[in-house]
């Protein structure tokens, strides 16, 4: 049975595109986007446009929540 990991950003037809498996490794990349992903591991570590964004996104959302926190106490 082959194992199938998609990329969380990227559509193809009506899917989640599939991400290309690099041969020997347990490492995937979305061709579309650059998105990369380890099969069985937790992996924080991508760096394509995408999750750089998401990263940026969450990073404001932490320091605003701990400014809001801060002024409340």
């Known amino acids: 049975m ?37 099969l069985g591991a937790i992996y924080s570590t991508c760096h394509c446009p995408k999750c750089r964004k998401m990263s940026a996104v969450t990073r404001r959302c932490r320091e605003s929540d701990e400014l809001r926190q801060s002024l409340a106490d």
């Open 2 to 38: 082959s194992v199938v990991i998609r990329c969380p950003y990227c559509v193809q037809g009506s899917e989640f595109r599939p991400m290309l498996r690099h041969p020997g490794k347990r490492r995937f990349v979305c061709l579309s986007c650059g998105h990369s992903a380890l």
